[in-house]
C-alpha cells in the first residue's frame, strides 16, 4: 500500500500545487482587470478634465469674442453718431447759408420794389399837383360863374310866383310819355 500512498500523495500535491496555480492564476488576472479598470478610469478622468478645461477655454474665447465683438459694435455705433452729427451740422451750416442769402436776396427785392413804388408815388403825386394847379385858375373861375348865376337866379325866384303842383305833376307825366316813345 505503501505505493499508493505515494500515488495519492502525488496526486495531491498536483492537486494542490493546481489549486494554488489557479488561485495564482486567478489573482494574477484579478490584478491584471483591476489594473486595466484603474487604467481605462485615469483615462476618462484625463479625458473628463480634458474636456472641461477645453470646455472652459472655449467658454473663455467665447466671452472674449463676445466681449470683443460688443465693444466693436459699440465703437461704430460711436462713430456713426459722431458722422451723422456732423453731417447734420453741416446740413443745418448751408441751411443757414441758404436762409441768410434768400433773405437777403428777399430783402433786395423787397428794397427794389419799395423804390420802385416810391419813385411811381413820386410820380402820381406830381403829376396830380401839375393837374391841381392847371385846375386851380379853371375852377376859380367856374366857382365865380356859379355865383353869379346863384345870385341871378335867386334875383328871379323872389320875383316869380310858386308854380302849382298839380302842373308839375303833369309835366312828369308828359316828360315819361316822351322817354317811353324814345325807347321803343
Given at each position: 500500500m505503501a505505493t499508493r500512498k505515494t500515488k495519492t500523495t502525488k496526486l495531491d500535491k498536483a492537486t494542490k500545487d493546481l489549486k494554488k496555480a489557479t488561485r495564482e492564476v486567478g489573482e494574477a488576472l484579478a490584478d491584471k482587470i483591476k489594473a486595466l479598470g484603474d487604467?481605462?478610469?485615469?483615462?476618462?478622468?484625463?479625458?473628463?478634465?480634458?474636456?472641461?478645461?477645453?470646455?472652459?477655454?472655449?467658454?473663455?474665447?467665447?466671452?472674449?469674442?463676445?466681449?470683443?465683438?460688443?465693444?466693436?459694435?459699440?465703437?461704430?455705433?460711436?462713430?456713426?453718431?459722431?458722422?451723422?452729427?456732423?453731417?447734420?451740422?453741416?446740413?443745418?451750416?448751408?441751411?443757414?447759408?441758404r436762409v441768410s442769402s434768400l433773405k437777403s436776396s428777399a430783402n433786395?427785392?423787397?428794397?427794389?420794389?419799395?423804390?420802385?413804388?416810391?419813385?411811381?408815388?413820386?410820380?402820381?403825386?406830381?403829376?396830380?399837383?401839375?393837374?391841381?394847379?392847371?385846375l386851380k385858375p379853371a375852377k376859380k373861375k367856374a366857382?365865380?360863374?356859379?355865383?353869379?348865376?346863384k345870385k341871378a337866379a335867386a334875383k328871379k325866384t323872389a320875383t316869380k310866383p310858386a308854380p302849382a303842383k298839380k302842373p308839375a305833376a303833369k309835366k312828369t307825366a308828359a316828360k315819361k310819355a316822351a322817354g317811353s316813345s324814345k325807347r321803343g
Open positions: 487604467a481605462a478610469a485615469a483615462r476618462v478622468n484625463k479625458t473628463k478634465r480634458d474636456v472641461s478645461r477645453s470646455s472652459e477655454e472655449t467658454k473663455r474665447k467665447i466671452e472674449a469674442s463676445a466681449r470683443k465683438a460688443k465693444r466693436s459694435v459699440e465703437k461704430t455705433l460711436a462713430d456713426a453718431k459722431k458722422e451723422a452729427q456732423a453731417e447734420i451740422g453741416a446740413v443745418r451750416k448751408t441751411a443757414s447759408r433786395k427785392e423787397i428794397a427794389s420794389i419799395k423804390k420802385s413804388v416810391m419813385t411811381k408815388v413820386d410820380e402820381v403825386s406830381k403829376a396830380a399837383d401839375r393837374k391841381l394847379a392847371e366857382t365865380a360863374k356859379k355865383v353869379v348865376a
